[in-house]
């Protein structure tokens, strides 16, 4: 792949801003030549926020969260799901550019550690996040033999498995370096780390939640060498990117910036609105949902006046948001001043989530479950927790205040669903049941937070449920859909036309968006 350069390039524009020597035509002697871990960390932090927002809205579109507005065309594969290569390319691309950023701070702290022995477990721990993202929407990927410049200019494909296992060791290696950190003689991070400014401990939780995550979705299918965990635990707070954001240029955080409004106050993205499907969690369709309902969306009620649509509908008429989108529901609309809202686009300033509490304590639950893990909390324990958690990321504030009640709302949404075993686990009365409502509630806390997820696990476990053929409300299949499946719903996006170009005897061949699927889906 020619050290991933060329197919890098669209994503270096696109998605992040990395100045790296290989792009470099002609020599400016004005430019640094090297960069110490100081300086890459954070900046390879933001980059994976943008890389995350990108994610983000591919799940939204391809997993039940969004449709398409009316009153706009020419949404193509969008809507038919027959992706090409060309569809969302920038995942790839973008992804690998920042897995360079990661592997320079290990290329430069593997000499001398202990002294940077924390940068060189936060980029570790960070290169699996990353990696975890190629394989869940591409499934075999360049893993062993890429990021090696030119000692593999056409890294194979290793099997995606494979690559579970080898992250979830990448992991305990990471914990491994940051509990053999020298005090006096190991530099602190501080305010170069922006996800958790230096905390040791928090970057042990973010390793032993993402190998959980790994081990739940590998389940059988891949073979874990170690199935411990560290004894800091998991997450029990939101994980959020944050280098300063603003309501300057350039500065926004990135899911504002693409989806609420520019730096100058115009409107971002308005071709893109909720589902009905996922509405349905909220307007008592499916469930009941009036807090969590109300803190998403635009104008939303008991009876929501929310626009909505399905997927395919290209002449829907649907009331149109005066300015920003749906998904930012706060009530100051002049995007030179809006913000400071709850919900998902609660304003400019607020963190990007890398990974949330709510996602956390579910994929806990479902481990108690499986028998992946043990724990001092029972699954419906951390189950409530979930529903909890996810309460409580919609109604923070940028600024981290809390606005609203949480353990009211959460309390009055256990009443109102107390005779679905979605909501009420107690009635969850099979495995299949708790594992239907662990996955359901994980869906509905995803929603445009970490969408990929969401449509991860939909893909993993076919919940939440749909039915074939049934209504917006029952299915988020689009009504144009060519996939052949039962579900109408595609399987993964196509490998990017670069890597055809670039690195063809390695790419996988006979890959369909219908018929080949993640290791870990059914």
Known sequence: M????????????????????YLNINTNPNSATSATPELILPQALTTTANVLNSFNTYGMQVGGYGANAGGYGGFGTAISYNFSSNDYAGLWSATYDNLEDYQAILDYTAPQLPKYNYFNAAARIMKVYDFELLVDAYNNIPYSTALTGSISLTPKYDDAAAIYASLATQLDSAILTINSAVTGVTITMGTNDVLFGGSSAKWKQLANTLKLRLIVHGAAKATFANKTFDAAGFLSTDALINPGYSRDNGKQNPAWNNW??????GDATKSWIPSKFTLGFYDGHKLTDSGRGRAVYYQYADSPYTGANQLGYENVSVPKCPSGSYWYSGTNRVGTSAGGSVGTLKGPNAGYPVMTAAESYFLQAEAVVRGLTTSTSTDAALFKSGIVASYNY????????????????????ETKNSGSYLVNYSLAASTANKIE?????????????????????YRRTHYPTVVAGGNAYQTFASTVSESTRADKLPTRIMYPTSEGS?????????????????????
């Open 260 to 265: 609420a409004f520019s730096y100058t106050g």
């Open 394 to 413: 919609l109604y923070q504030l940028p600024g981290g205040a809390l606005s609203g009640s949480s353990a009211t709302d959460e309390t009055a949404y």
């Open 2 to 21: 020619r050290k991933l350069t060329t197919l890098l390039f669209i994503g270096l524009t696109v998605l992040g801003t990395s100045c790296k020597k």
């Open 502 to 522: 670039y690195n063809p005897e390695n790419v996988p061949s006979g890959i369909t968006p219908f018929t080949s699927t993640i290791f870990w889906a059914l």
């Open 437 to 457: 409502a662990i996955i359901t509630q994980k869906y509905i806390a995803l929603n445009f937070v970490n969408s990929q997820e969401g449509w991860n696990e």
